[in-house]
């Protein structure tokens, strides 16, 4: 019953900004780690930037400099800010999370179900 919700997809010209936010909902007890992944056809999915159970951020080489993630714990949710955005930037994005849903056990890992995001002029 945990889902986590995307909406931030969009058509962008190439050098804007796009800012996806991320919302995780259900019977959360805490979240370990939370990120974007992004795929595009015929390659492997791939970690954009995230946030691990220690709070440490973590960035593609491709995306450093450019893109920023954020969170807000008290509403879990996560923001990717993205700023000068390149034609390879575009793919479909995923949102992803390691989530307990009770501390009894072990978290699951969670995926949202991807938001397009096209750089084109």
Request: net charge positive; with cysteine.
């Amino acid at each position: 019953q945990v889902q986590l919700v995307e909406p931030g997809g969009g058509l962008v010209q190439p050098g804007g900004p796009l800012r996806l936010p991320c919302v995780a909902s259900g019977s959360i007890s805490s979240i370990d780690a939370m990120g974007w992944y992004r795929q595009v056809p015929g390659k492997q999915r791939e970690l954009v930037a995230g946030f691990s159970s220690g709070g440490r951020t973590n960035y593609a080489d491709s995306v450093k400099g450019r893109f920023t993630i954020s969170r807000d714990n008290a509403k879990n949710m996560v923001f990717l800010q993205m700023n000068n955005l390149k034609p390879e930037d575009a793919a479909v994005y995923y949102c992803n999370a390691n989530i307990r849903t009770s501390v009894w056990r072990g978290p699951a890992m969670y995926w949202g179900q991807g938001t397009q995001v096209t750089v084109t002029s």
